[in-house]
């Protein structure tokens, strides 16, 4: 049967990713309006390329998600990520190639 809410444009090259993909979709309601698209690339109005891991579509919006392979406790906003035990990185959506829409955890 055909999951015409799951999307897969491209399949992981990783497989905590893959994983982590897979948890997502067996959790994601099989319902309207939820969607998801994963392992795409776009170019943004400056001709940079991004890579999306993870975009949801759900009643409250569109969802982008960055999967990592961290474990622990992981804080912070839009320009920094904490980890337990390490030094403070830029999240991704901080850098100056960041994709428009992106988001870090809060």
Same mark, same amino acid.
């Given at each position: 049967?055909? %999951? %015409?809410? =799951? ?10 990713? !893959? ?6 979709? #067996?959790?994601?309601?099989?319902? !309207?309006?939820?969607?998801? =698209? ?5 170019? %943004? ?7 999306? %891991?993870?975009?949801?579509? !759900? ?18 906003? #839009?320009?920094? =990520?904490?980890? #337990? ?22």
């Amino acid at each position: 049967m055909v %999951d %015409d809410r =799951w999307i897969e444009v491209t399949p992981s090259q990783f497989a905590h990713e !893959a994983d982590g993909l897979r948890i997502v979709r #067996d959790l994601l309601p099989k319902r !309207a309006p939820f969607r998801a =698209w994963t392992n795409f690339e776009f170019r %943004d109005d400056r001709g940079n390329w991004s890579e999306v %891991d993870l975009l949801i579509l !759900a009643p409250d919006g569109l969802h982008l998600v960055e999967l990592k392979y961290y474990s622990g406790r992981l804080r912070g906003n #839009d320009q920094t =990520w904490l980890r #337990d035990g390490r030094a403070a990185e830029d999240s991704p959506s901080a850098s100056p190639t960041a994709r428009p829409s992106a988001c870090a955890p809060s």
